[in-house]
């Protein structure tokens, strides 16, 4: 896992919020307080497709986002895309 401190982000708009994205996976406890994270996880296929986003993702992690906006996401459904 990544500090969040040594890694470069890039500017986002997901759902009309904006975001910050890494590829990397952050250490959550070096995001800073009053922010929102949410994991991006691909498809199975390995082609790039980004298909669900939630608040953590074990397997088929593509990405990190951190935003300043709570998105309506929970564990159990999380937002497929």
Not at 6 to 12: G, T
Not at 13 to 40: C, K, Q
Not at 68 to 76: A, E, K, L
Request: glycine share 4%.
């Amino acid at each position: 896992m990544m500090n969040a401190d040594n890694e470069n982000f890039e500017l986002v708009l997901v759902d009309d919020i904006p975001a910050i994205f890494t590829n990397a996976r952050l250490n959550r406890e070096s995001i800073p307080a009053g922010l929102f994270y949410y994991d991006i996880r691909h498809d199975d296929g390995r082609r790039g497709i980004a298909c669900e986003i939630a608040p953590h993702v074990l397997v088929n992690h593509w990405e990190t986002i951190i935003t300043r906006q709570r998105w309506n996401i929970t564990v159990i459904i999380p937002k497929m895309i």
